[in-house]
């Protein structure tokens, strides 16, 4: 967990409060591919990475869409 938090930290304020809040209210919710899937989003640029969780731009990876749909999920939620 500590590997994973450290990943989440980002160049970006906004996308550190989206996967910080993810990890600590949504992560245990995920089956093993969709966490091996949130690990190859964190390989993301944080532009990208971004864009794709405000739905400006689709994921190059189909498989990691789940994954970005529950973080923003995650996100509403808290909100």
């Not at 967990?1 to 160049?11: A, F, I, V």
């Not at 919710?29 to 944080?46: A, K, V």
């Not at 189909?62 to 996100?75: E, N, P, T």
Request: net charge positive; aromatic share 8%.
């Amino acid at each position: 967990m500590k590997r994973l938090r450290w990943q989440c930290r980002r160049g970006m304020l906004e996308l550190d409060t989206l996967l910080h809040g993810f990890l600590a209210n949504g992560y245990e919710q995920l089956n093993t591919q969709q966490r091996d899937r949130f690990q190859q989003l964190l390989s993301y640029p944080d532009q990208a990475l971004f864009e794709m969780l405000m739905g400006r731009m689709q994921a190059t990876d189909a498989k990691v869409q789940d994954v970005i749909h529950a973080i923003r999920y995650s996100a509403r939620v808290r909100a």
